[in-house]
T-cell receptor, first 113, second 114 residues
C-alpha cells in the first residue's frame, strides 16, 4: 500500500510571498499517479494536477508549479506570488497499482492580505 | 456543474439508527468512491465500485456497506450509526482507472451521530 506524508500541517504567508507545499510518498508500485487537490473554505475538492510515474518533467500552470523528484519520492507544489484566494487545504494523493489515490492529511495554507 | 450530487447535505441522527447516504452521477462514469474526511486524517477510502453490483472495501470499511444497482447511483449505508462515524462524507467518480482528469467529487454530506 502507498503512504503519503505532508509534514507541514499549516503554513501562514503574506500575500505575494512564494510558498512550497511538500509531499513525500512511498509506494512499491513502479507505475502510479500523483495528484494534488485543493479544498477551499467552502469545502469542495478541486482537482489541480495529475502526473504519472514515468513523466518527471516539472509542470507549470500560471502561478502554480509542481516539482516531481522520483529519486527522493517527492512531489512538491509551489505557488508563486500567493493570493488570498489561495487560502485552502491542499492534499497530495499518490496511487498504487489499484490506481486509487491515498490522500495525505493535507496542508492548510493561510494567505494574509 | 451538477455531474455528481450527494444527498442529504446535512444529517443528524441518533446512535444505533441506520443511515443511508446517496451519491448520484449523470456522467455515466464506471467508477465511484466513498471517502470520509476527519480532522488530522485527510480523506480515507471507505468503499468503491468498479461497475454495477461490483464493489470493494477501502481502508476504513468496518461499519459501512454499499450498493450499486444502477450506474448512476452509489449508496453508502451505516447499519447502526456510532459517534465515531460523525464525519464529512465525500463521493467521487472517475471515468477510468487512469483518471486522466482527476476524480470529480461531490459537495459532501456532513453527518453527525448523537
Amino acid at each position: 500500500a502507498q503512504k503519503v506524508t505532508q509534514a507541514q500541517t499549516e503554513i501562514s504567508v503574506v500575500e505575494k510571498e512564494d510558498v512550497t507545499l511538500d509531499c513525500v510518498y512511498e509506494t512499491r508500485d513502479t507505475t502510479y499517479y500523483l495528484f494534488w487537490y485543493k479544498q477551499p473554505p467552502s469545502g469542495e475538492l478541486v482537482f489541480l494536477i495529475r502526473r504519472n510515474s514515468f513523466d518527471e518533467q516539472n509542470e507549470i500552470s500560471g502561478r502554480y508549479s509542481w516539482n516531481f523528484q522520483k529519486s527522493t519520492s517527492s512531489f512538491n507544489f509551489t505557488i508563486t506570488a500567493s493570493q488570498v484566494v489561495d487560502s485552502a487545504v491542499y492534499f497530495c494523493a499518490p496511487t498504487g497499482g489499484s490506481y486509487i489515490p491515498t490522500f495525505g492529511r493535507g496542508t492548510s495554507l493561510i494567505v494574509h492580505p | 456543474d451538477a455531474g455528481i450530487t450527494q444527498s442529504p447535505r446535512h444529517k443528524v441522527t441518533e446512535t444505533g439508527t441506520p443511515v443511508t447516504l446517496r451519491c448520484h452521477q449523470t456522467e455515466n462514469h464506471r467508477y465511484m468512491y466513498w471517502y470520509r474526511q476527519d480532522p488530522g486524517h485527510g480523506l480515507r477510502l471507505i468503499h468503491y465500485s468498479y461497475g454495477v453490483k461490483d464493489t470493494d472495501k477501502g481502508e476504513v470499511s468496518d461499519g459501512y456497506s454499499v450498493s450499486r444497482s444502477k450506474t448512476e447511483d452509489f449508496l453508502l449505508t451505516l447499519e447502526s450509526a456510532t459517534s465515531s462515524q460523525t464525519s464529512v462524507y465525500f463521493c467521487a467518480i472517475s471515468e477510468s482507472t487512469t483518471v486522466t482528469h482527476g476524480y470529480t467529487f461531490g459537495s459532501g454530506t456532513r453527518l453527525t451521530v448523537v
